[in-house]
């Protein structure tokens, strides 16, 4: 149910932009102990210049490969969070080249009255999830 928004600079083909969304599927898996098809993915693509992403005076060097993910989801403890974020880097480091450097992640949390999967319903309110 963690819904994942990635922000890109555009120019990945298909097949990589792919392996990368496996590789953060693999990740949300391994660290929020979610069900397989629980898999929700959103794609951003922009122009290069039409995103800044900095490293808040941290001395971390992007490059074009840059991933800003947004992860909204029920509460997580601390240390999935922090598993999380060692998993999604190893992850995309080893599938997609993508250094751990460039691998920004902001973590929202929302409550279960605050998730409808289709059918007008809230399925974690119903009971049905």
Not at 83 to 93: D, G, S, V, W
Request: charged share 30%.
């Amino acid at each position: 149910m963690p819904l994942l928004r990635f922000d890109l600079i555009e120019g990945r083909t298909d097949d990589e932009m792919q392996t990368l969304l496996d590789a953060a599927h693999r990740a949300m898996l391994e660290a929020f102990k979610v069900p397989v098809r629980d898999r929700y993915q959103i794609v951003h693509e922009h122009k290069p210049g039409h995103m800044i992403v900095e490293d808040t005076g941290l001395g971390i060097p992007r490059t074009d490969k840059v991933v800003f993910l947004q992860v909204t989801s029920r509460p997580r403890k601390r240390e999935q969070k922090e598993a999380f974020y060692r998993i999604l880097c190893e992850e995309l480091e080893t599938s997609c080249g993508i250094a751990p450097s460039d691998v920004v992640v902001s973590i929202v949390e929302n409550s279960d009255e605050d998730w409808s999967f289709g059918l007008g319903r809230g399925q974690f309110l119903t009971g049905e999830l």
